[in-house]
Nanobody, 123 residues
Framework: QVQLVESGGGLVQAGGSLRLSCAAS????????MGWFRQGPGKEREFVAA????????DYRDSVKGRFTISRDNAKNTVYLQMDSLKPEDTAVYYC????????????????WGQGTQVTVSS
């Protein structure tokens, strides 16, 4: 298992930027696919982005393509989510998650989860 701790959330105006970080501890970080999910008020948790073990493959939900960038630094056991051109509809609790195997979008395919960090985008 891997323990995950997110940071970097906060309040930002529409059009602004935030960078989320997710620090991992436990078993070898580079063996995990890492994903970011979010859960807005009254909504189900949804896939945002994922990155393969060494960063060669990434995947994004359509609504964040061109605005969000996922990256990782295996030497620091950390995955990042750079969020630019933020919109009020991006308001949510953002979670990072880890899984073995290949990049995936389904929540149930991720085994380990962080506690989440709140992102609020004001209009």
């Amino acid at each position: 298992q891997v323990q995950l701790v997110e940071s970097g959330g906060g309040l930002v105006q529409a059009g602004g930027s935030l960078r989320l970080s997710c620090a991992a501890s436990g078993r070898a970080f580079s063996t995990y696919v890492m994903g970011w999910f979010r859960q807005g008020p009254g909504k189900e948790r949804e896939f945002v982005a994922a990155i393969s073990q060494f960063g060669g493959m990434t995947d994004y939900r359509d609504s964040v393509k061109g605005r969000f960038t996922i990256s990782r630094d295996n030497a620091k056991n950390t995955v990042y989510l750079q969020m630019d051109s933020l919109k009020p509809e991006d308001t949510a609790v953002y979670y990072c998650a880890a899984r073995g195997g290949s990049v995936a979008r389904t929540r149930t395919e991720y085994r380990d989860w962080g506690q989440g960090t709140q992102v609020t985008v004001s209009s």
